[in-house]
Nanobody, 121 residues
Framework: HVQLVESGGGSVQSGGSLTLSCFAP????????MGWFRQDPGKERDWVAI???????TYRGGVKGRFTLSQDHAKNTLTLEMHDLKPEDTAMYYC????????????????WGQGTQVTVS
């Protein structure tokens, strides 16, 4: 099965930068149905930046212009570059991926990593 391992989280001050990486050697698709989600304790996981079924990066309002999603398929790595971080970006960040079903990405059936914590003060 697909395994995903996140890294790159940490604690930074407002305005700082972090780069999150997701190693997913079992995922063979390119810029398709994979991305980054985040979650606070007691809240539901929500999307941050994803590739949908058409290879287009889509960003959550509030992060567009600050975050950049990319994939290095040769290295089996999905990356989220985060700049100008704000306290509201604080969360556990998860890498997710799922096999596309036609034009749909059914995220409820996705594979998930263990998460990496991002804290901004």
């Amino acid at each position: 099965h697909v395994q995903l391992v996140e890294s790159g989280g940490g604690s930074v001050q407002s305005g700082g930068s972090l780069t999150l990486s997701c190693f997913a050697p079992g995922y063979t698709y390119t810029r398709t149905c994979m991305g980054w989600f985040r979650q606070d304790p007691g809240k539901e996981r929500d999307w941050v930046a994803i590739y949908g079924s058409r290879g287009i990066a889509t960003y959550r309002g509030g992060v567009k212009g600050r975050f950049t999603l990319s994939q290095d398929h040769a290295k089996n790595t999905l990356t989220l570059e985060m700049h100008d971080l704000k306290p509201e970006d604080t969360a556990m960040y998860y890498c997710g991926a799922v096999q596309p079903e036609g034009s749909l990405c059914r995220w409820t059936g996705a594979y998930w990593g263990q998460g990496t914590q991002v804290t901004v003060s």
